[in-house]
């Protein structure tokens, strides 16, 4: 998008999300079964859907924003969080919301438009049977990066883990199991892995990249790439979205997948355990769902759908885009993270590592 016209949305969903704000701190506490709290990532819905969805089904959405999934899952388990109605959760810690209870079962035939979920989304193996979830969008994630002699088909992951290759300030991304999997892809290791010694050569790439002067820290994926945007940073791993979103603006920026291999992602909604308004909550999913309304979401966000209806409202230029729908090529170089079980705890363990050393 033009930067003017960024502003502009900006301004509008600043201006949106104050007045739901507003009027939630009355309807909430007045018509609690009118309001439906979501817990979103930040910029992630067109501020327009919430006027919308207001006119259309008869409720007011409260958004709560969160940066990454491990900030997400804290925020649910902590004693005074607020009970929220819709929860958008990537694939990956869809398994380990089940186990600790934070999610509920989903009663498809409350949203008819569940029928038009594309077929390669249907029982995805982060949720067989499709028995919490409905997906939201799908993505990638690679490297926004700012540099005209580095092609994209050339891209590897040694321009930010090796301190002889990187050229200028670089962030990696705030989330513990995809920049683990991303670094044991680096190390010529399956993303997916379990193996303990493999996941803690992974975690010294990290460790080594983090002494490297052109470091500047963890960060998610949106304040990444408003540095690589800025120019402050040279480089950063971030969602395929917010790259997409930024080479609008500048397109002497180029995103890639690197040549090692990277995963796709979907993110999902489902209904909270605590839910007060589960009737809100399946017309959110519903009007989500929806063929016109998908492609609305997908564009605004620049990020693919899942919808197998949204295609026919979305033009050449979207769908032939290969920042937001990767080519076969890239999606063969691709996996999708599956929930680790037990090893869960050794990723945390490294992390832990990572980030206090």
Sequence with gaps: MGKSKAIYLAAAFFAIMAAVIFCNCNDESKH?????SVLIYSEYIDPAMLDDFQRQAGYTLSLDLYEAQEEMIAKLQSADTKPYDVIIASDVVIQQMVNLGLIAAIDTNKVPNHVNIAPQFKNPNYDPNNTYTLPYLWGTTGILYRDKDISPDQVSYSMLFDSTKTKGSFSLLEESRSMLSMALLAKGFDANSVDKKEI????ELILQAKKDPHFVGFDGSVGSKDKVLSGKDWAAIVFNGEAMAAIDEDHSLQFSIPVEGSFMWVDAMTIGSRSQNVEG????MNYILDGQIGAQLAKFINYATPNKASIAFLDKEFTGNHVINPS?????????????G???????EAWKTIKTR
């Design 342 to 348: 037990e090893a869960a705890k050794l990723f945390d």
């Design 328 to 340: 076969e090529e890239e999606i063969g170089r691709m996996v999708f993270l599956r929930d680790p």
């Design 32 to 36: 609690p079964s009118k309001v439906v």
């Design 200 to 203: 803690d050569q992974a975690a």
């Design 281 to 284: 909550a399946y017309a959110f």
